[in-house]
């Protein structure tokens, strides 16, 4: 069992900034990609940001040059830095992690936490 704890979001004026963390815990054994979706109101679950066990990091064209997703490694976390937030930034989002649990028998999990909400006021 893997668990990802969000921690950060809540509400800024537009052109402000705001960060995530997430901490994934539990039987890791290794995690090859960790990721930022995001749920608008009336909106389907959208890719904002994700890197890879290797660094490599793809982000959605409507937050390039804006956001910024990083990973520690070692403490299993992921962040992401939103700066000049735009309203249409406003939304629920959702850290996931995909990699293998269990050092004895690895298997494979795809984990989700449990939202935060990010609200851009304008």
């Known amino acids: 069992q893997v668990e990802l704890v969000e921690s950060g979001g809540g509400l800024v004026q537009a052109g402000g900034s705001l960060s995530l963390s997430c901490t994934a815990s539990?039987?890791?054994?290794?995690?090859?990609?960790m990721g930022w979706y995001r749920q608008g109101p009336d909106k389907e679950r959208e890719l904002v940001a994700i890197?890879?066990?290797?660094?490599?990091?793809n982000y959605a064209d409507s937050v390039k040059g804006r956001f910024t997703i990083s990973r520690d490694t070692a403490m299993n976390t992921v962040y992401l830095q939103m700066n000049s937030l735009k309203p249409e930034d406003t939304a629920v989002y959702y850290c996931?992690?995909?990699?293998?649990?269990?050092?004895?028998?690895?298997?494979?999990?795809?984990?989700w936490g449990q939202g935060t909400q990010v609200t851009v006021s304008s």
């Open positions: 996931n992690a995909k990699g293998y649990s269990d050092v004895r028998s690895p298997t494979f999990f795809d984990s």
């Open positions: 890197v890879t066990s290797g660094q490599s990091t």
């Open positions: 539990g039987s890791v054994f290794s995690i090859n990609a």
